[in-house]
């Protein structure tokens, strides 16, 4: 999974917008969701940041 | 098949705690639902879900590509197989190389099983394959909720449709959790480098050893650009009987399958002058699994519209919310498509 870009959606950190694999996609913070386990664990590798909400 | 079979495998699906329906945890194992379309090429270069529902395609580090599709070629009782062509060869096959079919099961629905307990049934999985060439492949069942515990077993292809039986042994090891995540994963080993391949094939139950999963001497599907796999038909049943294929209705496959993905469409009604906001909220045809991903596919009418995103998104539903920039100048209907994405 090739997550180039992360950040959550709002201030109060609901959902993230990532591009993964070359598409914008809405990610819940959900555990059991493949996306956000895959993003953790790329943010636990230093591999990605989220990005704080504009 | 005779009557006296019929009865028997009649009473064995009852005896194998089914009631005799639906007994099959693979889902859309005769292949007949792809809701995200019917053929992807170029495929290899990433792990995903492109053709078939619930299959999922893995790869690690291979230069070998391939057309993956539902085809029409099928065994006798089945009208769709998914098809695996390879377009571009690979020869030289570094150690970590992979390329496997997979379907993830959720736990709970593996809890008949009884893994884990000193009453653990056999795993029984059948499915029917062929090829361009003889093949020797392996299937495997790896156990996601205890450290990727595994047992694998080979198989063969043919340039005929052949029906496999495998009976996996019972594991009184490692108890599945009840919850929504993976259980277990069948895992059909086309590409392998050494680190998969480089031990012995691991036939009965035990704790994660890469080199074993797969074992020397099997065909690399990126072996020859002439080289097709085709498979149908895939069942997965609790106990030491093989069973006839479990058919079921499309309706009932599509049902099942949009657990873990669908794409709904959405709309509104815009009045001229109109300005703010629109929300649009897609209902899910089926509960999703898990809070879905969702990835925008299209917006009709923009007239007016400056930006648009997901706004809430549950099991249920997901709203998108459109801005509308300096009010609507007719009557529009605002709205689109989502994908809803809950795999595992």
Not at chain 2, 290 to 296: G, L
Not at chain 2, 321 to 327: K, L, Y
């Amino acid at each position: 999974m090739n997550i180039t870009k992360a950040q959550y959606t709002t201030a109060e950190k609901e959902m993230i917008k990532a591009t993964i694999d070359d598409m914008e996609m809405f990610v819940p913070l959900d555990p059991s969701n493949r996306h956000y386990a895959e993003i953790l664990k790329q943010v636990a590798d230093k591999k990605l940041t989220i990005k704080e909400a504009d | 098949m005779s009557k006296p079979a019929e009865l028997a495998n009649l009473i064995g699906n009852i005896n194998a705690g089914g009631g005799g329906v639906n007994r099959n945890v693979i889902i859309n194992g005769a292949m007949n639902v792809a809701q995200r379309g019917t053929s992807s090429s170029g495929l290899g270069a990433a792990t995903g879900y492109f053709t078939c529902d619930r299959w999922n395609l893995y790869q690690n580090g291979t230069a070998g590509r391939l057309t993956m599709s539902q085809d029409n070629d099928a065994p006798e009782g089945f009208s769709k197989s998914l098809k695996f062509a390879c377009t571009t060869a690979d020869t030289s096959i570094a150690s970590g190389e992979s390329l496997q079919i997979v379907q993830k099961i959720e736990s709970q629905n593996m809890q008949h099983f009884k893994k884990g307990t000193s009453n653990a049934l056999p795993f029984a999985v059948s499915f029917y394959v062929k090829g361009n060439a003889s093949a020797t492949y392996v299937a495997e069942l790896e156990d996601y909720d205890n450290s990727s515990r595994h047992v694998g077993k080979t198989f063969n292809v043919t340039t005929d449709w052949t029906r496999v039986e495998i009976t996996f042994p019972a594991d009184t090891t490692g108890v599945l959790g009840e919850d929504n995540d993976t259980g277990i994963a069948l895992n059909i080993h086309l590409h392998s480098g050494s680190f998969n391949a480089g031990g012995t094939l691991r036939e009965t139950w035990g704790t994660l050893s890469q080199a074993d999963r797969v074992g020397g001497g099997k065909t690399s599907f990126f072996d020859s650009t002439d080289r097709t796999f085709f498979i149908t038909g895939v069942q997965l049943t609790a106990g030491s009987v093989h069973h006839d294929f479990i058919h079921e209705s499309y309706a009932e496959t599509l049902a099942k399958c949009q657990r873990y993905y669908e794409e709904p469409f959405g709309s509104f009604r815009a009045g001229t002058g109109l300005s703010g906001t629109l929300a649009v909220s897609y209902d899910y045809t089926v509960q999703k699994r898990a809070n879905p991903t969702v990835t925008v596919t299209s917006v009709g009418n923009r007239d007016a519209i400056s930006s648009h995103g997901i706004q809430a998104n549950t099991v249920s539903h997901c709203a998108e919310q459109f801005a509308i920039g300096s009010g609507v100048s007719g009557s529009y209907v605002y709205g689109g498509q989502v994908k809803a994405d809950a795999e595992l």
